[in-house]
């Protein structure tokens, strides 16, 4: 077998130094920087030398191109592009386990694979940018204008690829697309699960909300003439928590992240508080059904509390489901491989496979974060679990190839 | 009867001038500004004009004296620069009120009544800094050093009146004090009463308390693995609320003003809160019974929620009852000139006469506030209000000076 776990872990801690944070095994490397683009180009280098051809598209994303451009193929990435403080596996992991299962069916002679990075999957201006263009979501020209939190455009970053720049490659080259990645939650950690098996990429639901009561002096306004907005959003998140109970399963997730109260002094009641919400389930009707009970409460909350609730509009990324095949044969691998120490899963977390489904038939697999840890210097999973990720993930691909 | 109504308003009018926001009636005047320091000087202009000898002390406060040193007199007043964005009534109201009874006692011959205008009750370094010191609550030297928000101590913005300032006075050249003020609370201009009559000036405790949680993929982290701070804050707040209500009466207050989430977005759970807990009565006891509970709630919800509770000191400021015969010429008085339409409240705010009361006998009198909206550009109160808050006061007065 010419799967060589070493040369993926030594490519995996190449790919690391660019961007290294100095913290831990941090890595810095956002979507369009110095570190990125030459992340790339070195990895362009690793697809030569495999005998892959390197093929950049105009938004950057990278391709290691197996066979002619008459041949189809299976693709196998991720993107390489980190958080602003990212980790040193997330997309990475997932790209160079692409490189060396394409590199090693080519050195094997076996069926045509290819290799993926995608641009821009974190999200500096967008979410998922390079697979969004790439698949035909979002129009290139409308991501042309999209800013990045300096205010830089993604025109102005992207031209700093010009040079490499080829045309976009037809989907149709590709039958089918496979990502390796961590899990960044603390399932397969805390149950001693190896190997997740991905069954669909929950869809997000994404909504701002105010409630506008009235700012007073906290020493003289009496409670029962309050309207104070703080008070609305803990109500609000109260009876959310009892009312989803009904409609939700283990597997649904409900945040408020952001909270912002105005004037936000100790000395005055709230007058405004601005708050996200996000939900994020695998069903599209439970989605909607949770976004029914969120505007419901929301606005029997404000009437209770004297405040007006103001609803923004509703962003929102679709679920999608992985192939049953891809996931049937991921499933194998891994009975193969770590019998009984794999499971099903949906991914909570979003991922360039979700644009890959809309595509052409898509698998994904988890390997453990260690602490459920990701988007941080610190996150990290163990080399064995890296490497049997890599083997289950070859077997799979091996299969899908042939 | 020598109270000249129409002075009065001239003169309210006139400090108004000093730090006219532009905005309304709204006033910019902060404690040692230009305009607050301009607007001393003018008042102790009218001070001498009234034949009151003007006496400023190292901290700024601004007496004008009827009678020899010799002579003891009551003292009727409040402070006369601003909030940030204030409101031209506010101390203005009780020092141009004090300036006119002051005035006309002098003109009629009667008993002496001296005025005052204290420095910096806004705050903009302590809190009621001018009576504090001046009472003896806080020692110069330790006020020396506190800073405003933009980094200036104490030390140097006093400097700025030193050609201006003389001695400390002696406490026991008065024989006691009287503040008219503005309600800030919409009691009397919703019930439709004139005037309120205060009975204590209710204590404040004031607490920072954290949640520590862990923070969190938004995506990732099922929600029974959670350790999110703002749905412990949440439910601390609901659990406070609940068990208050055994506890305190109508005139209890108790607000969450400040809240800061971290990191603050909506895609990650949050891992820490940071937020005022402030509590205000006008019995030490019940502060007291409200400060339990809220350290056993939130040691209870954070055992509940697998997040750290850290609870700061409790910063306070002491109940203070006015005097009761203060309180009985100035109900008298009221009784007098707008029967029925009076009524005993306590003050919700903090108000130099707390700091008075520790040292002489002490009253004060609410006049409404329209909408109850005060620290703000919109303050106002009916001119007819202000004359009727002016003539119960000097009714008083001069019952208790003579």
């Known amino acids: 077998m010419p799967l060589d776990p070493q040369r993926f872990l030594d490519d995996l801690h190449k790919l690391r130094s660019f961007g290294a944070s100095g913290v831990g095994k941090g890595v810095v490397r956002q979507a369009y920087s110095e570190a990125d683009i030459a992340a790339r180009k070195w990895l362009a280098g690793r697809m030569k030398q495999a005998g892959l051809e390197p093929h950049f598209d105009p938004l950057g994303n990278l391709f290691g191109l197996a066979g002619t451009s ?5 693709l196998v990435g991720s993107h390489s592009d980190s958080q602003p403080e990212g980790g040193w596996l997330d997309g990475a992991l997932g790209v160079i ?5 394409a590199r090693a069916a080519k050195e094997a002679g076996g069926p045509p694979i290819s290799c993926v990075s995608f641009q821009d999957e974190e999200g500096r201006f967008g979410v998922l940018t390079g697979s969004d263009v ?5 129009a290139l020209e409308d991501a042309e204008g999209f800013t990045d939190t300096e ?5 102005e970053m992207r031209s700093l690829m010009a040079d490499l720049a080829g045309d976009f490659l037809p989907h149709k080259r590709f ?3 496979l990502e390796m990645h961590i899990e960044q939650g603390p399932y397969l950690d805390e149950t001693g699960g190896r190997i997740g098996v991905v069954t669909d990429i929950v869809g997000i639901r994404d909504m701002r909300i105010t409630f506008e009561g009235r700012q007073n002096h906290a020493g003289t306004t009496p409670m029962h003439l309050r309207r104070d907005a703080f008070q609305a959003l803990s109500a609000f998140n109260a009876a959310l928590n009892g009312r989803f109970a009904n ?3 283990p597997a649904s997730v409900w945040t408020i992240g952001h909270v912002a109260l105005h004037p936000n002094a100790s000395s005055v009641v709230p007058g405004r508080v601005e708050f996200s919400m996000q939900w994020r389930d695998a069903d599209a009707d439970r989605l909607a059904r949770m976004e029914a009970i969120i505007r419901e409460t929301a606005q029997e909350i404000a009437a209770d509390h004297g405040v007006e609730a103001e609803l923004g509009p509703v962003l929102g990324i679709e679920p999608a489901a992985m192939d049953t095949r891809f996931q049937a044969e991921l499933g194998a691998a891994a009975e193969a491989l770590a019998p009984g120490k794999w499971q099903k899963m949906p991914s909570g977390a979003l991922h360039d496979a979700a644009n890959m489904a809309a595509v052409m038939p898509a698998g994904m697999l988890f ?3 260690i602490g459920g840890i990701s988007h941080a210097f610190d996150e990290d999973t163990g080399e064995a679990d890296l490497v049997l990720g890599l083997q289950v993930l070859d077997r799979a691909a091996r299969a899908l190839a042939g």
Chains 1, 2 share one sequence.
């Open 134 to 138: 790439w698949t035909g979501k979002l």
């Open 70 to 74: 008459g041949d189809r193929s299976l």
């Open 367 to 369: 390997v453990p974060s």
């Open 175 to 177: 039958t089918g697309f």
């Open 151 to 155: 205010g830089n455009t993604l025109a």
């Open 97 to 101: 386990a692409g490189l060396e299962i």
């Open 247 to 249: 409609v939700v399963t």
